[in-house]
């Protein structure tokens, strides 16, 4: 079974610097969607960005990155200037591409930005 | 153009009511799902529907039913709450891209 492993709960940013959510995945399948999903205090679930497995360039979303790396199953987010708006849980996402299935999470990252 | 809607949005119960959570899709999507999410537990799956007339089971499905009724609803039935079920639900929806879109959340507290 897939599983997803976000090894930090809590992480802090000053604002406008630059800071690294860790997330790592384990899978026997090589054709995958990973997701990185924020929710803000209102808790609606916000999709910040997406890559496919078999895409070995790095999905990038204005000031949201991804660090890809397929062989050791890791798929970290950068968050560039940082601001206020940023401050939310993250949370890091695997599905399968061979079927309907659900999507599988992460626990969470909760990332607080400092002014 | 509303994406998900989840109705209602907060629910108090007593142990052993039922309840129903009502779920609609406006992106003419085949597959839909119900999430719950508990603190430090992040989202696990209840059940989800693939496609019009047809759901399945996911992580987390003892004390819950639910029905397709079409494409654009999918509910989620508490036949006999229990304080374990208290939570938050989200539904959501699959797109062709692989992402899912994901209602307001609906939070549920059984006393």
């Known amino acids: 079974a897939q599983t997803v492993t976000q090894s930090q709960p809590e992480m802090s940013v000053q604002e406008a610097e630059t800071v690294t959510l860790s997330c790592t995945y384990d899978t026997s399948e090589s054709d995958y969607y990973l997701f990185w999903y924020k929710q803000p205090p209102s808790r609606q679930m916000i999709l910040v960005i997406r890559q496919e497995a078999y895409k070995q360039q790095n999905a990038t979303e204005n000031r949201f990155s991804v660090n890809f790396q397929k062989a050791a199953k890791s798929f970290s987010l950068k968050i560039s200037d940082s601001q206020l708006g940023d401050a939310a849980m993250y949370f890091c996402?695997?599905?399968?591409?061979?079927?309907?299935?659900?999507?599988?999470f992460g626990k969470g990252t909760k990332l607080s930005v400092k002014p | 153009n509303a994406g998900v809607t989840q109705t209602p949005k907060f629910q108090v119960l007593k142990t052993g009511q039922s309840m129903t959570l009502q779920c609609a899709q406006d992106m003419n999507h085949n597959s839909m799902y119900w999430y719950r999410q508990d603190p430090g537990m992040g989202l696990r799956l209840i059940y989800y529907?693939?496609?019009?007339?047809?759901?399945d089971k996911g992580e987390v499905p003892n004390g819950y039913n639910v029905s397709r009724l079409n494409k654009r609803e999918f509910s989620l039935r508490l036949e006999s709450a229990a304080p374990s079920q208290t939570s938050v639900y989200f539904c959501?929806?699959?797109?062709?891209?692989?992402?899912?879109?994901f209602g307001e959340g609906s939070r549920l507290t059984v006393l």
């Open positions: 529907s693939a496609s019009e007339g047809t759901t």
């Open positions: 959501a929806e699959g797109s062709q891209l692989g992402e899912l879109f």
């Open positions: 996402a695997y599905r399968s591409h061979r079927s309907q299935g659900n999507l599988i």
